[in-house]
């Protein structure tokens, strides 16, 4: 959402979409949504790879992958 709104201030501020809903203080500007897009993008992007589960290096190696017999 903040990325929609951080593309639509910029292209109110160049005249190709409708005026910006929001027309005064901090968040009038698009580097602010911007900004605050690509802080989203990236806590979202950590607390992902924080949540897949970690390899077990004491799991039984050799056991081949439910697809290595299909023949794809």
């Known amino acids: 959402m903040a990325g929609v709104l951080a593309f639509w ?3 109110a501020d160049l005249h190709l979409t409708s005026k910006f809903a929001i027309s005064s203080g901090l ?3 698009w580097q602010v949504w ?3 897009f690509v802080i989203t993008e990236g806590v ?3 607390l992902n790879r924080a949540a ?3 390899s077990n290096p004491t799991a039984r190696q050799g ?4 697809l290595a017999k299909s023949g794809f």
Do not use: E, I, K, W
Not at 63 to 66: D, H, K, Y
């Open 34 to 36: 911007f900004a605050a």
């Open 52 to 54: 897949q589960p970690r």
């Open 44 to 46: 979202a992007f950590l």
């Open 27 to 29: 968040f009038s500007h």
């Open 63 to 66: 056991t081949p992958a439910p």
């Open 9 to 11: 201030r910029f292209g």
